[in-house]
């Protein structure tokens, strides 16, 4: 196993400014055209938490031991990258393009990697040494067993990790939609707890222990269920429409929606009942929601862009990674006169996700 030795306290990394991280980032992208100036970036074991780099060309730079916290890296380019032993914790790395990369020991729990290339990436264990006077002193685990990478609650919709070495991943609880595997290696990976929609199940070729607690693509009598959905989504659209006269409220509670795609979008689901579905990743942009019952949903990687959700109820709902831009949260006016917040008890919306969203 390939150790980097390091004569600073993890606490201790040196932080550089905004222009001198662009002096840097500005050489690199000038050294890969070969013009003059150029400078092959090299930050090893920096504090580079919160930069911004993303749509930036960072192929092959060098980053061991760095630490990304909550960094931009959108479209970023770090394909061949040495990421030995980084940070990239909550990280924004949507689109980027991470190919061919020595990520051995690197942890990305929480972070969107959503669309992001990390085809033939190098995933292996791997451990930072600290050096002394008479050799290795200490031996930092950012992993805590360096048994893999941790892409634990991270958002890899649409990501490509083909022929990639992902020995020993952790990958629990995370939202896997539309996500390539094929070739790649994954002995001793676990999916606990993750979300697995539109995945080709063949490709994983794990043991069931892994994929315990899993949400699994839909079954096909959840397929088979779509026409009967859909009719009861029509007659709570009649039932909305003239109010409570024609039609009947629809119960959906229970039920897998994600084979309904982006039908779902087309009604109005005012005071629908969806309590404990699994919607993980479906699409709710732009719908009308009033007082939408969603209890114990699971509800990983939803949209809500746009949604009007006053009066939603969410208690106990998993919410991880799904998206509230411009969502209205705000309280309802029922006809009563009664007013209904919203109800996020016991559901993990995080601060970022109802900053995003109108509220009172």
Same mark, same amino acid.
């Given at each position: 196993m390939?150790?980097?030795?390091?004569?600073?306290?993890?606490?201790?990394?040196?932080?550089?400014?905004?222009?001198?991280?662009?002096?840097?980032?500005?050489a690199?992208?000038?050294?890969?055209?070969?013009?003059?100036?150029?400078?092959?970036?090299?930050?090893?074991?920096h504090?580079?938490?919160?930069?911004?780099?993303?749509?930036?060309?960072?192929?092959?730079?060098?980053?061991?031991?760095?630490?990304?916290?909550?960094?931009?890296?959108?479209?970023?380019?770090l394909?061949?990258?040495?990421?030995?032993?980084?940070?990239?914790?909550?990280?924004?790395?949507?689109?980027?393009?991470?190919?061919?990369?020595?990520?051995?020991?690197?942890?990305l729990?929480?972070?969107?990697?959503?669309?992001?290339?990390?085809d033939?990436?190098?995933?292996?264990?791997?451990?930072?040494?600290?050096?002394?006077?008479?050799?290795i002193?200490?031996?930092?685990?950012?992993?805590?067993?360096?048994?893999?990478?941790?892409?634990?609650?991270?958002?890899?919709?649409?990501?490509?990790?083909?022929?990639a070495?992902?020995?020993?991943?952790?990958?629990?609880?995370?939202? +896997?939609h539309?996500?390539?595997?094929?070739?790649?290696?994954?002995?001793?990976?676990?999916?606990?707890?993750?979300?697995?929609?539109?995945?080709?199940?063949?490709?994983l070729?794990?043991?069931?222990?892994?994929?315990?607690?899993?949400?699994?693509?839909?079954?096909?009598e959840?397929?088979?269920?779509?026409?009967?959905?859909?009719?009861?989504?029509?007659?709570?659209?009649?039932?909305?429409?003239?109010?409570?006269?024609?039609?009947?409220?629809?119960?959906?509670?229970?039920?897998?929606?994600?084979?309904?795609?982006?039908?779902?979008?087309?009604?109005?689901?005012t005071?629908i009942?969806?309590?404990?579905?699994?919607?993980?990743?479906?699409?709710f942009?732009?719908?009308?929601?009033?007082?939408?019952?969603?209890?114990?949903?699971?509800?990983?990687?939803?949209?809500?862009?746009?949604?009007?959700?006053?009066?939603?109820?969410?208690?106990?709902?998993?919410?991880?990674?799904?998206?509230? +831009?411009?969502?209205?949260?705000?309280?309802?006016e029922?006809?009563?006169?009664?007013?209904?917040?919203?109800?996020?008890?016991?559901?993990?919306?995080s601060?970022?996700?109802?900053a995003?969203a109108?509220?009172?």
């Open positions: 390939t150790m980097v030795n390091r004569n600073l306290g993890e606490h201790e990394k040196p932080v550089i400014t905004r222009d001198e991280l662009e002096e840097i980032v500005s690199h992208e000038l050294s890969i055209k070969n013009a003059p100036g150029g400078v092959r970036a090299k930050l090893v074991l504090n580079l938490a919160g930069v911004d780099i993303s749509h930036r060309n960072l192929a092959e730079a060098n980053f061991s031991g760095s630490v990304f916290y909550s960094a931009n890296l959108r479209f970023v380019n394909a061949r990258a040495n990421l030995y032993c980084t940070d990239l914790r909550n990280v924004d790395g949507r689109y980027g393009d991470f190919s061919y990369a020595d990520m051995r020991g690197a942890t729990s929480g972070s969107n990697l959503s669309h992001a290339r990390l033939h990436a190098d995933f292996r264990p791997g451990r930072l040494a600290r050096a002394g006077l008479w050799g002193e200490e031996i930092i685990d950012r992993n805590g067993s360096a048994v893999g990478v941790d892409f634990s609650y991270c958002s890899l919709c649409g990501t490509s990790f083909e022929n070495n992902l020995r020993g991943a952790n990958l629990k609880g995370a939202v +896997i539309g996500t390539k595997f094929r070739g790649a290696r994954l002995a001793d990976v676990t999916f606990e707890d993750a979300v697995l929609t539109d995945i080709n199940m063949s490709e070729q794990v043991p069931a222990a892994a994929l315990l607690n899993c949400v699994l693509p839909p079954s096909p959840a397929v088979d269920k779509v026409p009967h959905l859909l009719a009861k989504l029509g007659g709570h659209q009649r039932w909305v429409d003239f109010n409570a006269r024609v039609g009947t409220g629809a119960v959906l509670d229970g039920e897998d929606l994600r084979p309904l795609g982006s039908y779902i979008g087309k009604y109005k689901l005071a009942s969806a309590r404990r579905v699994i919607a993980a990743g479906v699409d942009s732009g719908t009308e929601l009033q007082g939408v019952d969603f209890e114990g949903a699971d509800l990983r990687g939803a949209s809500f862009e746009s949604a009007d959700l006053r009066g939603a109820i969410f208690r106990n709902a998993r919410l991880g990674h799904a998206k509230f +831009i411009g969502a209205d949260l705000r309280t309802l029922l006809r009563s006169g009664d007013l209904q917040p919203c109800d996020f008890t016991g559901a993990d919306l601060p970022e996700q109802r995003a109108i509220v009172d």
